[in-house]
């Protein structure tokens, strides 16, 4: 991979906030309160829309941590279709990442995150549509089953179910399926499988909460008759946090950093809206549990446990949280007392945070090294301190899944340091970590999850733990804590990662696509990381027949874990075009480990551990490229300039900022990538020395911009209007409007064949108008739709060509889409349309 692609420099883009997601919660006095004050509300909503982003932070903050109720969001796909504005990732990798972004915000707002096993396929315009690649039924199981598992009391879909097709499909969807599922979870013959795991359950009430957004302006929406609605105040200030609802909720939106979500907290009044659809009416214009008993009276028995949180919630000493231990611990007996179990298990388990925190316990295990694979034993530092006058003793503590456990019988005296090392062994059958959704292979639109009760979870299912057992007041308690590695940085200071188990070998190739443009044999390097002491084993690519390898194997020999070393093969392909997939392995005492580790690690969400197979596209292509010049201006998440490289085109990376009529003069071609002028505003400001580059005969290339953030931008030379336009099935016919232009011909002849094989969508945000000069080359339209002429409009200026596409070349030439690489080939080489080229015949290796 080029130099340039290095993480650091994505995370540098990420955020100039360093914080490390993994450090241990240490509540204030005032969020304890908090905490104490929401045992005595007994209540749950459940906010259901389709993407990360798509909830509504400002309402999940305030009916979390103003109304006091258990609040949770339901996203039906983890964002995976989407544009990454941080890094290269996309697909499963933006996933995971946009999962995280989701955890972060919960964790910042106070609400709980779900998901389904929807996988997010890309735009699509209809519900129609998103449902038959969903494969709505085991959608809407996922949905039912999320709703009978949580038990909220009211839904509240961020999208209306009565607008389909009006927005993105997968919004609809999202709505439609809600309420569908209104009039199913209380039905025992409904998914009755998961009735093994959960009891039937019916939401009392639900809503659509509409914004001026959904209106068209917030004229119209000032206009609409609201007579139906509940509103209520959601700018409340919190005293205790020090901060509005909306400054909570802005903090929680911005979590959103791959999408460019970052967003300025505001205060003062401001409503909220909700128009019921289904359940209970409520009586109360301003209270959407009107009519929903919240108190300890819902649960049989549970009077006496209401009155006595009443009583610690009065009496609380901010300066002496620990004095309401006592009576909590008390509490919590109450509560064993009951037969509910819904309540009694949720309640129980807050009690016991609230006990813990008031006691200003200090629980941890750390690992001396930050890996382990399976069978290792490795040390782990316990802590455990009382940093209150409560009385706690340590009484044992167990490790697992090895299940060791250790007595201690130690008495955890008012701010004295307890710690002490345990050996841990990991099992030899626990699995490597990694996305629990990602273990099997899924469809386009889902996810494979064989678990009925791992459906929905929101994060990795992390197996290594350590668990205290406590006596605070006489009450015997369980705490559980994850086991992490933490060391301190200089600049960083003090930072946390958390255990992963990892192969004990894992390869993967340096280039993901690689293309033959002649019979010669190219150079492959496979690189080999070690995960134990003295790896020792035989190191094979696996091509079909007719690709030739050598030499056949290598004979690995690491003999520190951690370290890696680079094989290089010889391969040679076959005469005529094909596309396959070489994979790498590595042999080990007759077993085989063929897995590639990719770490994903960003500052503002938890370090990512993705097992996948180790493998690299190989393409026998037959195509041309000339000996172009280009300069790249970095766009948001752009894997392009790799994919030139791997071409063979001399690339550089050109700073906006110290763009000059003569730092460019040597280039041929300069091309910016997707959403540049969305991102840097530096660039906005060097259009006129850019469009000088091309009147004075050079090439221009701009990839497509989204037009909500260009106002004021003369994008082009000439007049051209961006809009959402797009082409969202990427097997759409497309007709060729300009069938001899040079871009179609030169120097590849461009057919209906290079656009075969393209995935996620053919592209967008096409131009909706454009001057004269410019020439569409292409036309395509989803089905039932008018045709789309924009994906590519190509402009003399001077003696130079300007071009705009709107063509997904940052998802195709990444996947190795033969065509796309074709085509871009042209477009580079418009300039030398009319002259004999230095045409290679042969790529750089």
């Not at 200030?237 to 911005?254: D, I, V």
């Not at 134990?532 to 050598?550: A, I, M, N, S």
Request: aromatic letters at 10%; charged letters at 20%.
């Amino acid at each position: 991979m080029h130099p340039y692609f290095t993480k650091s420099f994505f995370v540098v883009l990420c955020s100039a906030q360093l914080i490390s997601a993994q450090k241990p919660q240490k509540p204030t006095s005032g969020e304890i309160y908090n905490q104490i004050q929401k045992l005595n509300f007994l209540g749950s909503v459940l906010y259901i829309a389709a993407h990360p982003d798509d909830e509504n932070t400002k309402l999940i903050s305030y009916l979390s941590n103003e109304k006091k109720a258990r609040t949770a969001y339901l996203s039906l796909t983890r964002g995976d279709g989407g544009q990454n504005l941080i890094g290269p990732e996309l697909r499963e990798q933006l996933g995971v990442i946009r999962t995280q972004e989701l955890l972060e915000a919960r964790k910042i707002d106070g609400g709980q995150q779900f998901f389904s096993r929807a996988n997010d396929f890309g735009f699509s315009k209809t519900p129609v549509e998103t449902l038959e690649i969903w494969d709505k039924k085991n959608v809407l199981a996922d949905v039912v089953w999320a709703i009978r598992k949580f038990q909220p009391d009211i839904i509240i879909n961020r999208f209306d179910h009565r607008t389909s097709g009006d927005t993105h499909g997968h919004h609809s969807a999202s709505a439609l399926l809600s309420v569908e599922s209104f009039d199913l979870t209380n039905n025992p013959k409904i998914y009755p499988e998961q009735l093994a795991y959960v009891k039937p359950w019916q939401v009392k009430k639900q809503f659509f909460n509409p914004s001026y957004w959904f209106y068209g302006s917030q004229a119209k929406f000032d206009a609409t008759d609201k007579s139906n609605f509940v509103a209520f105040q959601t700018g409340v200030f919190y005293t205790n946090l020090g901060k509005s609802n909306a400054e909570m909720a802005a903090l929680s939106r911005s979590s959103h950093q791959s999408q460019g979500f970052g967003s300025t907290g505001s205060r003062g009044d401001e409503l909220e809206y909700l128009e019921p659809i289904n359940g209970l009416k409520s009586n109360s214009k301003n209270d959407i549990f009107d009519g929903i008993d919240t108190s300890w009276n819902r649960v049989p028995g549970g009077k006496p446990v209401g009155v006595l949180i009443s009583k610690i919630i009065k009496n609380y000493n901010y300066n002496r949280p620990d004095l309401s231990i006592p009576n909590l611990v008390k509490a919590y007996e109450m509560i064993q007392l009951l037969d509910e179990t819904h309540w009694k298990t949720i309640k129980s388990e807050e009690i016991k945070n609230c006990i813990i925190n008031c006691a200003g316990l200090y629980l941890e295990a750390v690992s001396n090294q930050p890996t382990a694979t399976a069978g290792e034993t490795l040390q782990l530092t316990l802590e455990a301190i009382n940093r209150s006058e409560a009385k706690v003793e340590l009484e044992s503590v167990t490790t697992y899944p090895d299940q060791k456990s250790t007595t201690q019988n130690i008495a955890l005296t008012n701010n004295l340091d307890r710690k002490f090392k345990v050996a841990m062994t990991i099992p030899a059958n626990t699995e490597a970590t990694q996305p629990y959704w990602l273990k099997e292979p899924g469809t386009l639109g889902m996810y494979a999850v064989k678990n009925q009760e791992n459906i929905g979870i929101p994060d990795i299912i992390r197996t290594n733990k350590v668990f205290f057992f406590l006596k605070v007041n006489g009450l015997e308690i369980k705490i559980e804590r994850p086991i992490v590695y933490k060391y301190n940085h200089p600049a960083k200071g003090e930072m946390y990662e958390y255990l992963d188990i990892i192969p004990e070998a894992s390869t993967n190739f340096v280039e993901k696509v690689v293309l033959f443009n002649s019979n010669n044999a190219k150079e492959i390097a496979v690189v080999v990381n070690a995960g134990k002491d003295h790896l020792k084993g035989e190191l094979q690519l696996e091509l079909p027949e007719g690709w030739k390898v050598t030499p056949a194997k290598f004979d690995v020999n690491l003999v520190k874990k951690g370290t890696d070393k680079t094989y290089t093969f010889s391969v040679t392909p076959p005469a005529k075009a094909t596309e396959v997939y070489a994979k790498s392995s590595l042999t080990i005492n007759g077993k085989k480990y063929n897995s590639e580790q990719i770490n994903i690690e960003y500052p503002h969400i938890a370090k990512q551990q993705i097992l996948q197979e180790a493998e690299s596209k190989f393409i026998k292509l037959d195509i041309n490229i000339g000996s172009q010049k280009i300069g790249y201006i970095m766009g948001a998440g752009d894997a392009v300039p790799a994919s030139l490289i791997q071409m063979g085109y001399d690339l550089s990376f050109l700073n906006p900022d110290e763009i000059t009529t003569e730092s460019i003069r040597p280039f041929d071609v300069i091309i910016t990538g997707i959403r540049a002028y969305n991102t840097i505003q530096p660039l906005v400001n060097k259009q006129a020395i850019l469009f000088d580059f091309v009147k004075s005969g050079k090439t221009m290339i701009v990839q497509y911009n989204t037009p909500s953030l260009l106002a004021g931008v003369q994008l082009a030379p000439y007049p051209l209007t961006l809009s959402t336009n797009r082409v969202t099935e990427e097997n759409a016919d497309v007709k060729f409007l300009a069938p001899n232009h040079p871009v179609l011909n030169y120097p590849n002849k461009i057919t209906k064949e290079d656009f075969k094989g393209w995935t996620q969508e053919q592209g967008l945000y096409y131009p909706s108008s454009h001057a004269p000069e410019f020439t569409p080359i292409l036309s395509a339209h989803d089905t039932g739709e008018a045709a789309v002429d924009g994906a590519l409009l190509v402009a003399p200026y001077g003696k130079g060509y300007y071009v705009y596409t709107g063509l997904s070349f940052f998802r195709e030439l990444p996947e190795g889409v033969a065509g796309a690489y074709r085509l871009m080939a042209n477009l580079i080489s418009l300039q030398n349309q009319t002259a004999e080229p230095n045409l290679k015949t042969t790529l750089k290796k």
